[in-house]
């Protein structure tokens, strides 16, 4: 039995406390393991959340988002140019990690994260995401204002790095549900 029933005002809370403390990034990541540690938990008192992605919070030191991730659909490439945290409550994240600082763009690595596993990104870090066999479910914490920050979006093929907004990503996209 849990101590505590899962709670998404006080994660809110607790992550924009994180978030401004003296080390964000260990804190947003021991709060992050703490809370998806008990998974079941979340599952069980987390409201319904029809999009696959919505922002729960937002100001200027942190970014507070709700990422389900659906098998057979993969995320363009992008950066965040910010900390983020990745807790997964629900089904596995398959990562694949892409590097383009000599010139050449290519996958450097893949990651498999699971329900109750962390991850932590680093700012200039390039990746895919997609799920394996059933949707996944996260919370991710990014350590910024994620909504305004100029960040980039990498194109399938040759990595092309091209502005993060709205339009280039609905693009790549359907690209990518093409192939
Ligand atoms: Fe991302």
């Not at 383009?100 to 991850?119: H, R």
Request: with cysteine; hydrophobic share 40%; aromatic share 8%.
């Amino acid at each position: 039995m849990s101590v505590k029933d899962f709670n998404l005002e006080q994660f809110i809370a607790d992550a924009r406390q994180a978030a401004v403390s003296e080390n964000p990034i260990l804190s947003a990541e021991s709060l992050m393991k703490a809370t998806v540690a008990d998974c079941e938990n979340i599952i069980a008192n987390m409201p319904v959340i029809e999009e696959c992605e919505r922002m729960l919070f937002e100001d200027d030191t942190v970014s507070i988002w709700y990422c389900r991730f659906e098998p057979g659909t993969v995320v363009p490439a992008h950066d965040h140019q910010m900390h983020v945290v990745v807790g997964v409550y629900q089904g596995a994240e398959e990562h694949a990690f892409f590097d383009n600082s000599n010139g050449e763009y290519k996958e450097i690595k893949s990651l498999s994260l699971g329900a109750t596993e962390v991850a932590k990104l680093s700012p200039n870090q390039i990746h895919t995401v997609t799920a394996t066999n059933t949707a996944s479910q996260a919370l991710h914490i990014y350590l910024g204002k994620l909504s305004t920050v100029e960040r980039s979006l990498f194109t399938f093929d040759s990595g092309k790095e091209i502005p993060f907004s709205v339009e280039n990503y609905e693009k790549l996209a359907q690209v990518n549900s093409l192939t």
